[in-house]
């Protein structure tokens, strides 16, 4: 059958499985011709590449962008774990169930070794089934990424069902929110959260999962010698900080930073270590529907791309692996022990210059202002759709 999009309020409720597969194949491509700069980048310092790379939520975003860096720049087997729900022959599979079968194909066809497990990540089942693949390959992991975004988390000890939410703590947010395909600009409220929403939220994102994961692969005896664990996580603005940071989903966040340290005591005796990387803001599957993101995001990209500063998911984690996981010596790190990938958007002058579009979007000058037409393409894209070279109006199966 045809596949148009099918948007509502900010939210795709489809996807289109040539144009996952398009897309995949475009960052594969560009992840091999980075692969000269991350190898020089190791040869450079000394430091090994990736020989087999575990990605927890691999299939979109930041995870997927790991992943493709590590098997393609890299040359690293891979083993990625995400919970995407699969096609029927009358509805389509989520973009990432897509990613993930395409990553897979691409990984075949150059001979590079690739599982992908379609499960729970939360879940003790999938620890062990990740286990066991890597006893049975041989595999130790060099590099484990956490990048799992979720709305809800099963509890695998209690079997308690956990459900983040997106509010402001202490007091109401007002705010403004942009249709990036209406172009109406409007006023939002949310109320504050509660003390049970902030401590579910946390439950679900903050970094109890992760120091589950990275306990149970060094139990194992599946971590290599030297193993580095990345989570991912984001600070932002001050003009998303009363949503955002000092939110309930901040204080997850917060939670997450804070395991690191625990982890490297896990890690220790394997002479490994753990950090929290703080990205660059971009268009999510999640961040279309938070107020005041899109409207930021927008006039962000309009600053950054005039300033030649612009980065997407794939060039953040190229920049990753380059300068600072390959670099000579630690990654360099802020007074917090962060892997800081947002420091290109936090300049004083890309802020600076960001706030001023972001007024005159607001005073009816939305489009030239800002860099919607860019929001508009990379939100599509991460569905599959206006992909260059895709024929979008012949037939495609689901399946």
Not at 255 to 263: C, G, Q, V, Y
Request: aromatic share 8%; glycine share 8%.
């Amino acid at each position: 059958m045809i596949v148009k999009p099918m948007i509502r309020s900010m939210i795709c409720i489809n996807a289109h499985p040539a144009g996952c597969e398009a897309m995949v194949g475009d960052w594969v491509e560009r992840a091999i011709e980075a692969r000269s700069s991350v190898s020089a980048a190791a040869k450079a310092s000394g430091k090994p590449l990736p020989k087999a790379v575990l990605v927890l939520g691999c299939s979109t975003g930041y995870g997927l962008a790991s992943r493709v860096t590590a098997a393609f720049s890299a040359g690293a087997k891979t083993i990625g774990v995400s919970l995407e729900r699969e096609p029927s022959d009358k509805k389509p599979a989520s973009p990432g169930w897509y990613d993930n079968r395409a990553f897979d194909r691409q990984a075949a066809s150059h001979g590079i070794y690739s599982v992908t497990f379609n499960m729970d990540a939360f879940s003790d089942e999938a620890r062990a089934e990740v286990i066991r693949r890597a006893r049975l390959d041989g595999l130790q992991f060099d590099q484990v990424i956490y990048s799992l975004a979720s709305p809800v988390r099963t509890d695998p000890k209690t079997g308690v069902m956990h459900k983040s939410s997106l509010k402001p703590l202490s007091k109401p947010f007002s705010g403004i929110s942009v249709d990036a395909f209406s172009g109406e600009i409007k006023t939002v409220s949310i109320e504050p959260a509660t003390e049970e929403d902030a401590a579910e939220t946390v439950k679900v994102m903050g970094g109890e999962d992760w120091e589950l994961w990275i306990k149970a692969l060094a139990d194992a005896g599946v971590l290599a010698r030297g193993c580095v664990t990345l989570a991912y996580s984001y600070i932002g603005s001050e003009h998303s900080w009363p949503i955002y940071r000092y939110g309930t989903i901040g204080r997850a966040k917060e939670h997450l930073e804070r395991t690191a340290p625990a982890l490297n005591a896990a890690l220790k005796d394997l002479g490994g270590k753990a950090y929290v990387s703080v990205n660059k803001a971009l268009v999510t599957r999640a961040s279309a529907v938070i107020p005041v993101i899109p409207l930021y995001v927008a006039a962000l990209f309009k600053t950054m791309k005039g300033m030649g500063l612009h980065e997407d998911c794939l060039d953040q984690i190229f920049r990753l692996y380059r300068d600072r996981l390959l670099a000579a010596g630690a990654p360099a790190v802020d007074e917090e022990g962060r892997i800081r990938l947002d420091d290109w958007e936090m300049r004083f002058d890309v802020q600076e210059e960001t706030t001023r579009r972001m007024r005159e979007a607001q005073e009816g000058k939305l489009e030239e202002a800002t860099d919607m037409e860019g929001f508009r393409r990379d939100f599509l894209q991460a569905h599959g759709f206006d992909l260059p070279g895709v024929d979008y109006d012949a037939d495609v199966s689901y399946i």
